[in-house]
């Protein structure tokens, strides 16, 4: 687990991050999300003891980070995949690391399997990697001691629609065994399929957090049909308000009512979906956007 209780950091007159507190629990996957500048990559290298807090704390499996015994033994961590040196191969960049860990030739060689970087890849020196190439360097080294906590920020920077939706299987897996994921992303389309629970962070405070599915059911539903008119008074009829734009309908009520209805009006559905029309894209870009003209109003 990953505890933040009031951490906050100032650098002179400037907050980066402004009391916040939550949890990041074994066996699910955290969203941490925020425009560039929110103050996410500070929490991040507090968290992982590389800042020092200017108040609060943050814990990992009970503990500050600097206290764990071998710590990435517990805790892997990936802030910056470019963070590697240029003239020396992948494969020295992991021996360097697992002798830091006190692990051997098999671990390395197990950890570049897990993120499917070949033996060749493996040899190349990381100059000649793409983003993508290393950014699974990058994890191979954080899943190195075999944690049971991921901290990792924009893991998916560089990878193409295939290595996302290998990373999305492989931060599932590792949940869904006891793993307790944090990660943040710019790829918010992915953090709604992956992400059990969402912390948003604006001007260094949380503007909101909760659970994927509620914070997005709370958006409503966004239907379209072949009989839009037809729909709206049926769903009226059924006690639902209902508003309209020019992409369809929302409705404040869950998507199985809303089929509920459109079935006993007989009514063709084209798009039925839980969170508006762009779901937690559209959230985040409504709440970053009001907290931006609070900060301008402040």
Do not use: C
């Amino acid at each position: 687990m990953i505890s933040v209780e009031n951490l906050t950091k100032r650098y002179g007159g400037l907050v980066a991050v402004d009391d916040i507190t939550f949890q990041a629990r074994p066996g699910s996957v955290t969203g941490f999300l925020g425009p560039n500048g929110a103050g996410k990559s500070t929490a991040m290298r507090m968290m992982t003891g590389l800042t020092p807090p200017t108040s609060g704390r943050a814990t990992v499996l009970g503990r500050a980070y600097k206290e764990l015994p071998t710590p990435g033994r517990h805790v892997g961590v990936m802030l910056d995949a470019s963070a590697q040196h240029p003239g020396r191969t992948g494969r020295e960049v992991l021996r360097l690391a697992a002798m830091h860990l006190g692990l051997g030739n098999d671990e390395v060689r197990q950890s570049l399997g897990r993120v499917g970087l070949t033996e060749k890849e493996s040899a190349r020196r990381v100059r000649n990697y793409s983003l993508g190439m290393r950014q699974r360097l990058g994890l191979a080294a954080a899943l190195l001691g075999r944690p049971q906590v991921l901290i990792l920020d924009e893991p998916a920077n560089g990878l193409d629609p295939q290595g996302i939706h290998w990373m999305r299987g492989l931060l599932r897996d590792f949940a869904d065994a006891g793993g307790t994921v944090l990660l943040s992303s710019h790829l918010l389309s992915e953090v709604q399929v992956i992400a059990d629970e969402i912390v948003m962070i604006g001007h260094g405070r949380i503007v909101t957090r909760g659970r994927t599915s509620e914070l997005l059911d709370a958006r409503g539903t966004r239907v379209r049909s072949l009989d839009d008119a037809r729909l709206a008074t049926a769903l009226e009829v059924a006690g639902h308000t209902v508003t309209t734009d020019r992409s369809g309908l929302v409705v404040p009520a869950p998507p199985e009512d809303v089929g509920r209805v459109a079935l006993e009006a007989g009514v063709v559905l084209l798009e039925l979906r839980a969170g508006g029309a762009g779901g937690l894209e559209e959230m985040f870009l409504e709440i970053t956007a009001a907290d931006a003209r609070e900060g301008v109003a402040a």
